[in-house]
């Protein structure tokens, strides 16, 4: 049984209508299957508006797709009740892109960190903190960053915070959408590294989704090129990112020589 798996997803978004009376829609995804293995990262890599967070919404039940189906430890996501639907979730955590807005500002790094931690299991104060500290230290941040608040923090701390709380219930999968594109490139090099290292100690899956060619290709294990709502191109060798042969994929692949760190 494979972790997650995607049978022909299909997804509209109706926009209203028009002055003509017609109504207007976008077919953000027009039929994707796909299957994610435990301890793997799926890249999924595609220019702006190609359907990618479209995707990771439909993963995490935050959009219903109008067609397919999404199994998620064998089990079909849209059709469970809240209750169990809930329990599924603690496994499957989210990054998106904006790290100021997923945190609440007036909430210490602590708390934030002990969010998920508090919603499922129910623990001792010294309890709780131990976990939170332990959590702290994998990402890298100090124990004393605990009792701050987060307008005291970088993007990329700030990015290592939701990691932190991403992690918290020991998760199957995460999904980080556009996760790193907002920092400096130096600080997208040291949190992909942080991400290769956790994945390798807690044996996580990513659906790793990104515009960016060259941070997927560091991270991944599979990719997948997406344009207009499709899976136009699949690549399973790292090595061999030349090997790409649709033209949105070459474009993409010319995007990579643009100057970027050498630690590449
Ligand atoms: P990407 O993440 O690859 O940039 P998205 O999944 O955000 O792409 O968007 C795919 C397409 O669906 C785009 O044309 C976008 O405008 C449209 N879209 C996304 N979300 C909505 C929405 N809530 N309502 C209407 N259209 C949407
Ligand atoms: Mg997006």
Sequence with gaps: MSLLELK???????????????RKSVEAIKGISLTLEQGVCLGIVGESGSGKSTLGKIILGLEKPDQGEVLFQGKHLHSLKAKELKELRRNLQVVFQDCYSAVNP??????????????????????????????????????????????????????RINIARAIALKPNLIILDEAISALDALVQVQILNLLVQLKEDFQLSYLFIS????AVNYIADRIAVMYQGEVVEWLDDMEKLEQLKHPVSKKLISSVLSPYPVFF
């Design 211 to 214: 515009h960016d060619l060259q």
């Design 8 to 22: 022909d997803i299909k997804k509209t978004y109706s926009l209203g209508n028009s002055i003509l009376g017609k």
């Design 106 to 159: 007036r909430l210490t790094i602590g708390e934030i960190i002990a969010e998920p931690i508090r919603n499922y299991e129910r623990l001792s104060p010294t309890e709780e903190r131990k976990q939170v500290e332990g959590l702290l230290e994998i990402v890298g941040l100090r124990l004393e960053d605990m009792h701050k608040y987060p307008s005291q923090f970088s993007g990329g701390q700030l990015q």
